[in-house]
């Protein structure tokens, strides 16, 4: 059985700062505002050192970056890290990663970020326009799924376009807080002792440490990756994606780290430890009234809105083409290879309607703001969260991220294989090393030393991740023996539309002539 013919994406013109835009799917100014503070949880995180694990994690996934693009110099494909190893390891590595990939990319932008958008949006409505009568939540959250969806469908250049705007009205006013919190020496002073890791502890004995904030740390940076979905619609993919890549890493590791030493700060060395920053909501909020003014915390809380919608954007774009090239390659019903008339996947982006809509039933049936609790001064137990839908929206992220982060780990480890074919430098190997070792920190962090049982969300996504897991090596199964030859010749197209380049490191990264039109 041959794979079948389908439509195809747009015209290769897509140029870096496309690259760049779509590698913004990390959105930083949403992760700031709902992710960084966890990194400071005196119990299971890194306490008075989340800078330092902050530091850590930025380090770790520079490695990681580094692996993504020297795939990205070999191979460009619309499913990314699926055609990075199938084409680099094996058919059968490749298809099982892109399972928890794409499945686990559900949790945490196909869905997890409309949760996210859901809390924004309700709360802006509260706190700026009335206290009384705002929509739901989750009515904020479907209205975000449409507005992704109608913007995707469009094309990817409109996209694009609205992620780079979103982005960069969103970097100035966050960058601003955090300068004007330095200069003012925060609360207590400026200070490096939240470099020093004897101020928790290294690995964590009866909490976290400071590896106990790594997981969060990297799941900052998740979705950097999704720079390389656009790869068959770039026109130079073997120069524009890494560049992106490593840029994007580089450039988030130096803004994560420095908010994480103002927020810091600016909360002060006592408070942190006992958790102000871990557990305020609105952290943002807190900090820009504080330093500057409350009417600069309405800006920043707009700022975070619209860096989320950049962020869902993004993850769409990479969700769409992921769904889309299995569905080419034959690996999934060839519904999922259609294409509109403006060259988008638009029924590979509807899952992006499938994971918001499914995360947002879970919210509001699953009752996790009574599930996740921890002892209270008076020994009973106490929501660790302000409702169902923030606990849920972190317990999906934390899916997301362990899923992504277990496909990191393939992609690391099956670049020793590349590099042993290749010729690597023993320089090589060493990076490769470090980014195999990322996630592993990681999960390490995480998950030891913690209760194991209900009330420790980091072990109920740990369930569902190894739900994912099952679900994708039995999805591998059936393709394999209903379609051997489908899967012998998966990710073909990887090499087809710009060839195979050279895995050394003597390649030119400068700039190619090209259309920089957004």
């Not at 317990?395 to 992504?404: N, R, W």
Request: aromatic share 12%; hydrophobic share 55%.
């Amino acid at each position: 059985m041959s794979t079948p013919q389908t439509s195809a994406l747009g015209e290769r013109k897509l140029s870096t700062i496309h690259a760049v835009a779509q590698a913004l799917a990390l959105g930083p100014m949403f992760s700031i505002a709902l992710v960084e503070g966890s990194i400071s949880r005196p119990d299971i995180g890194a306490g008075w050192n989340a800078t330092l694990a902050v530091l850590f994690a930025s380090l770790g996934v520079m490695a990681i970056g580094y692996v993504v693009a020297l795939y990205a110099r070999r191979y460009a494909g619309a499913g990314a890290v699926y055609e990075y190893l199938t084409r680099g390891a094996h058919p059968s590595v490749g298809i099982f990663a892109a399972g928890v990939f794409f499945m686990g990319t559900l949790f945490l932008g196909g869905g997890g970020i409309y949760l996210g958008l859901g809390i924004l949006m309700n709360g802006f409505w509260t706190a700026h326009i009335s206290a009384t009568g705002a929509p739901a939540w989750w009515i904020f959250g479907l209205i975000g799924v449409g507005f992704v969806l109608l913007l995707n469908y469009l094309g990817v250049r409109i996209a694009i376009r609205a992620m780079l705007t979103f982005a960069a009205i969103a970097l100035v006013p966050m960058l601003l807080l955090g300068i004007v919190i330095v200069a003012k020496g925060g609360q207590g002073g400026n200070t490096l002792t939240m470099f020093d890791p004897g101020q928790t502890s290294l690995l964590g004995i009866s909490h976290g440490g400071v590896l106990g904030g790594v997981l969060l740390g990297i799941l900052l940076f998740v979705g950097f990756e999704a720079a390389a979905s656009i790869g068959e619609e770039s026109h130079d993919p073997h120069r524009s994606i890494p560049r992106a890549v490593l840029a994007t890493v580089a450039a988030a590791g130096l803004l994560f780290t420095f908010i994480a030493y103002a927020f810091s700060i600016g909360y002060g060395h006592a408070a942190v430890s006992k958790g102000a920053w871990a557990l305020d909501p609105a952290a943002v909020d807190t900090l820009g009234t504080k330093y500057i003014g409350s009417w600069f915390a309405t800006i920043l809380d707009l700022v975070v809105i619209l860096d989320a919608i950049g962020l869902a954007l993004a993850i769409c774009v990479t969700i769409g083409r992921g769904y889309f090239a299995l569905g080419r390659d034959g690996l999934l019903p060839k519904v999922f290879a259609r294409t509109s008339r403006f060259n988008t996947p638009w029924v590979g982006n509807l899952l992006v309607a499938v994971g918001g809509i499914g995360l947002i039933l879970l919210a509001t049936n699953a009752h996790y703001f009574n599930l996740f609790v921890a002892p209270g001064a008076n020994g009973k137990p106490v929501p660790i969260f302000p409702n169902d839908q923030f606990a849920t929206f972190i317990m999906a992220a934390t899916v997301g991220s362990f899923a992504v982060e277990f496909v990191y780990l393939m992609l690391a480890v099956a670049m020793i294989w590349v590099l042993a074919r290749t010729g690597g430098k023993p320089w090589q190997y060493v990076v490769v090393v470090i980014a195999i070792a990322t996630p592993i920190l990681g999960f390490y962090g995480a998950l030891h030393p913690g209760p194991h049982n209900a009330s420790n969300y980091n072990y109920i996504a740990l369930y569902y991740t190894l739900v994912v897991l099952a679900l994708a090596a039995i999805w591998f199964a059936i393709c394999r023996l209903a379609v051997p030859d489908r899967v012998a010749n998966a990710a073909r197209h990887a090499t087809e539309h710009h060839g195979v380049a050279p895995l050394d490191e003597n390649v030119d990264f400068t700039p190619a002539p090209e259309n920089t039109a957004i």
